[in-house]
């Protein structure tokens, strides 16, 4: 007899038990992050890339979500997240879970990859091991570059305990008063104005060396420790630590009551400088208990807030080192390609060489970065237009981009030609927020119309609108992409967008500027799933239809790539595909709060992580829809805030060719087996590997070999 299978209403699809911890599964990204650190088979040098990528990554951690579990705590929020757990115990397993982690990061570079470095003629030296030569030259450059930047601050009752900067590395230093033998507490921050790794001449770095000998750097916070008498005459110098700051630095915004949102967003910018509340103190372990007990009531933080570290402190900056010209320790070098359809216009000799324009109105265009050139596709059709005599206006989102952004500067063209330009600067783009409010403000000194948003939602979609008049109509270009206007991390994000002139697609971007910039309330668009307006009940409509199919005794299937899944109603939506026998592969690079293979609820659910040479951005969504497919594109992860908090764009995939590429793109990564990760129904990521009946498949290296075929 057969056994009874419970309903969806019988069977609570939003039971926590059925929900992973989105820090839990946070932790386990950088953990992946960490592992390519310490892979054997990754480059030595980029090795050392993701070791600072691990670091960076929980600076802004703690700095944001670390910070807001602190915060919630204090004010005794007791509402569960999907998996059932309180901020003070998500604050607990990341503790429990992130202290190993670390320990593990430290002992590998101090044990392994600094040795191996050495090997390579890679030498980062301890100050107390440099010869008398070596800490001369070092003395007289400390006296004359670093010595003036320095600023010791006494602490004692008439000099307060000072304010210590978010992200800083400072000195804890004890000094004797000789004549009384009091001692005395001060503290030097390292300035971030200077070369974190002090690199010594060629003369003074190679003399002890066996072999070539291609770098050799001192830390700077040693090179300061050790010439403490300069900064204290006088004194007896008894002992230093050293010691790095995290604080809450998340931007506290009362939009409603901003009368002017870029002059509100500048004054939390200044608050940020300074920084909130302390969520995190890096100490080395040897510092003794006073000077520890002094910082950490000084700054009001408990032994949770402490991590200890054997060996330097805030290893971010090792990514300095990436600059070395040693290309034999790091990655091949990768030239982006040029899709065949551009090439011929591409090509500078060529004078019958198509416009843009003209291979638009031929047929879509897709672009795939860093294996398509951005510059040679989303650059040059948003520059094109800035001069083209024919284009009336553009319009665009700004999300995140370059300093020396070469887009922006064409837009400011644009306006300087006559042209309409209108863009959306997201204000409220974390960490980026400054960078956003200086291109503003060329931007509006050029008279391009700038826009902030919208009260309330962040604008994170992708989408540019050219309108351009052609004979006796007007025609409308679009580009919709997964990522940012940024010709810097296009070279190492992995990315698409979608280039047409489709007539729906032009009037439905048509619609979401005017959301954007005026008050229209549109609630339906013709091809775009917009978000927060129809996007998530759209996606549920697809998951839905699946099910239907799979009802109906149809193959039924979902491959979804995003960067993170967190909705618990997409969650629990694709549980209930899965009951109903939908085949569903998720590739998703960082958190995903959804057990896959469990009994009864996911068992035909598989979630695979890439993490590799290049950061997996770009979304795909694949509905096999009974033998009619749909696949769709753009800037929205299953996350809550992406359907509900930000706006958003995704749109549909309609050439037939393009499709097919991205079912191609999306069975390439299925197939990795070197940089994948499998997720496990208890929330492990356990790592695929080549066997000799599975040779290796490393998708981002095909579709390398595949953009250059």
């Known amino acids: 007899m ?160 000072p304010y210590i900067s978010n992200l800083s590395l400072n000195l804890a230093v004890v000094v004797k008063e000789p004549e009384t033998g ?142 070395l010209p040693l290309p034999e320790l790091k990655d091949p070098a990768w030239t982006p390609g040029i899709p065949p359809r551009l090439r011929r216009m591409n090509d500078p000799d060529d004078d019958e060489g198509e416009d843009f324009f003209s291979l638009i109105r031929q047929r879509d265009l897709m672009v795939h970065h860093p294996y398509h050139s951005f510059v040679a596709t989303v650059q040059r059709f948003i520059t094109q237009a800035a001069h083209d005599a024919k284009v009336l206006a553009i319009k665009m989102t700004l999300y995140r981009t370059s300093g020396d952004s070469p887009i922006l500067n064409a837009l400011i063209a644009a306006a300087a030609n006559g042209k309409q330009v209108a863009v959306l600067v997201e204000l409220k783009a974390r960490f980026d927020e400054e960078n956003n409010i200086n291109w503003a403000r060329k931007l509006e000194q050029a008279g391009v119309h700038v826009v902030y948003g919208l009260v309330g939602l962040k604008t994170h979609t992708k989408v540019v609108l050219v309108v351009r008049r052609e004979d006796d109509r007007i025609r409308r270009y679009v580009h919709v992409g997964t990522g940012n206007y940024n010709h810097r991390t296009a070279r190492i994000y992995t990315d698409l967008g979608l280039i047409s002139c489709r007539e729906e697609l032009g009037a439905d971007l048509t619609d979401l500027f005017n959301y954007l910039t005026g008050y229209s309330r549109q609630r339906s668009y013709r091809k775009l799933l917009v978000a927060p307006v129809n996007m998530r009940d759209r996606f549920l409509g697809l998951i839905h239809r699946e099910i239907d199919c799979a009802h109906n005794g149809q193959h039924a299937r979902i491959v979804a ?39 009864g609820i996911s068992e035909n659910i598989r979630v695979m992580s890439i993490v590799g040479r290049f950061l997996e951005h770009s979304r795909i969504y694949y509905f096999h829809n009974g033998g009619q497919e749909e696949v769709y594109i753009g800037s929205a992860d299953w996350m809550t805030r992406n359907l509900d908090r930000r706006v958003e764009a995704i749109a549909p995939i309609e050439d037939p060719e393009m499709s097919k590429d991205l079912q191609e793109i999306l069975g390439v990564m299925l197939a990795d087996n070197r940089q994948s990760w499998d997720l496990q129904p208890d929330g492990r990521y356990l790592q695929r590997r080549p066997t000799e009946e599975s040779p290796e498949q490393n998708a981002q290296k095909i579709l390398m070999e595949m953009a250059n075929s």
């Open 561 to 599: 790539k995003m960067n993170a899944l967190v909705d618990p109603q997409m969650i629990a939506a694709l549980y209930e595909a899965s009951r109903a026998g939908v085949q569903i592969d998720l590739i998703i690079r960082g958190i995903c709060c959804l057990r896959p293979g469990v009994e």
């Open 2 to 161: 057969a056994k009874h299978k419970k309903t969806a209403t019988e069977l609570n699809l939003r039971d926590p038990q059925y929900y992973i911890s989105r820090e839990t599964s946070w932790l386990e990204f950088n953990s992946r992050v960490l592992h390519e650190a310490i892979d054997p088979r990754t480059p030595l040098l980029e090795r050392l890339k993701f070791m600072a990528i691990f670091s960076s990554n929980l600076d802004e951690y703690f700095m944001v979500r670390v910070a807001a579990l602190k915060e919630q705590l204090e004010a005794k929020v007791s509402k569960l997240t999907a998996d059932g757990r309180t901020p003070g115990e998500q604050l607990e397993i990341i503790s429990s879970r992130l202290r190993p982690l670390v320990i593990q990061q430290h002992q590998h570079f101090e044990q392994a990859l600094r040795r191996q470095l050495s090997a390579k003629g890679i030498h980062i030296v301890d100050y107390v091991d440099l010869n008398q030569e070596q800490r001369t030259y070092l003395q007289n450059y400390f006296d004359q570059q670093i010595f003036p930047v320095l600023t010791p601050l006494a602490i004692d009752p008439s000099h307060p305990f």
């Open 182 to 323: 009091e001692e005395l507490f001060a503290r030097i921050k390292v300035p971030k104005t200077l070369p974190r790794f002090m690199a010594l001449p060629e003369e003074l770095r190679q003399q002890f060396y066996d072999r070539p000998c291609v770098w050799t750097g001192v830390p700077l916070e040693q090179a300061i420790a050790h010439n403490l008498e300069s900064l204290f005459p006088g004194m007896n110098i008894q002992e230093y630590h050293p010691f790095r700051i995290t604080r809450d630095t998340d931007l506290e915004l009362e939009e409603d009551e901003a009368d002017d949102l870029l002059l509100a967003i500048e004054q939390e910018l200044r608050k940020r400088r300074i920084g909130g509340s302390v969520v995190r103190m890096e100490l080395q372990s040897s510092m003794p208990e006073a000077v520890r007990g002094m910082l950490m009531r000084e700054m009001g933080i408990s032994d949770r807030e402490v991590y200890e570290i054997d060996g330097l402190l805030g290893l971010g900056d090792l990514m300095s080192l990436m600059e």
